[in-house]
T-cell receptor, first 111, second 111 residues
Framework: QKEVEQNSGPLSVPEGAIASLNCTYSDRGSQSFFWYRQYSGKSPELIMSIYSNGDKEDGRFTAQLNKASQYVSLLIRDSQPSDSATYLC???????????FGKGTRLHILP | DVKVTQSSRYLVKRTGEKVFLECVQDMDHENMFWYRQDPGLGLRLIYFSYDVKMKEKGDIPEGYSVSREKKERFSLILESASTNQTSMYLCASETANTEAFFGQGTRLTVV
């Protein structure tokens, strides 16, 4: 089982709709969870971090964490064409402070 | 704002050359990482360091070494560059169990 798994996509969502991105992880001891956005040819930029179970909202973005199910998700409301990018889920394993990334989900917002 | 700076944006080297990739961060972070990113394979951890002169192997350390003589600087060394090391190299830094910040990336081509 891969440490951090994401559906590679592409995920196509109409402009103005909600985009839902999902991620599962294997290490139960993981403490910190992150979502990064990466545009083609650019480096990843952090958009959300979440450390405890439940929801965390920041503008149009909501991160959800369920440690019992080892599941992290990112919701993007009112999707815009500028949201078209690859979204990387990342997990800090805690025990050795390694940050492990999923392979990313390509999101395409349809105008 | 955290700043992570990689010495080169683009680099072309010949097979067999010794290659140095430099990374400097200005936020006094303890942990620094080197990843490579390839299409379809995502971000893979090469090496990381949690303190000066300390290093840990990541998932793909073969053919690479690292140096951390000062807290702010983490260097990746390709001892004898090969064509299969053509990739995008990303440096990141973070402080314990928090989010990682990335440099702009170095696109290395080995010919």
């Amino acid at each position: 089982q891969k440490e951090v798994e994401q559906n590679s996509g592409p995920l196509s969502v109409p402009e103005g709709a909600i985009a839902s991105l999902n991620c599962t992880y294997s290490d139960r001891g993981s403490q910190s969870f992150f979502w990064y956005r990466q545009y083609s040819g650019k480096s990843p930029e952090l958009i959300m971090s979440i450390y405890s179970n439940g929801d965390k909202e920041d503008g149009r973005f909501t991160a959800q964490l369920n440690k019992a199910s080892q599941y992290v998700s990112l919701l993007i409301r009112d999707s815009q064409p500028s949201d078209s990018a690859t979204y990387l889920c990342a997990v800090n394993r805690g025990r050795d402070d390694k940050i492990i990334f999923g392979k990313g989900t390509r999101l395409h917002i349809l105008p | 704002d955290v700043k992570v700076t990689q010495s080169s944006r683009y680099l072309v080297k010949r097979t067999g050359e010794k290659v140095f990739l430099e990374c400097v961060q200005d936020m006094d972070h303890e942990n620094m990482f080197w990843y490579r990113q390839d299409p379809g394979l995502g971000l893979r951890l090469i090496y990381f360091s949690y303190d000066v002169k300390m290093k840990e192997k990541g998932d793909i350390p073969e053919g690479y070494s690292v140096s951390r003589e000062k807290k702010e600087r983490f260097s990746l060394i390709l001892e004898s560059a090969s064509t299969n090391q053509t990739s995008m190299y990303l440096c990141a830094s973070e402080t314990a169990n928090t989010e990682a910040f990335f440099g702009q990336g170095t696109r290395l081509t080995v010919v």
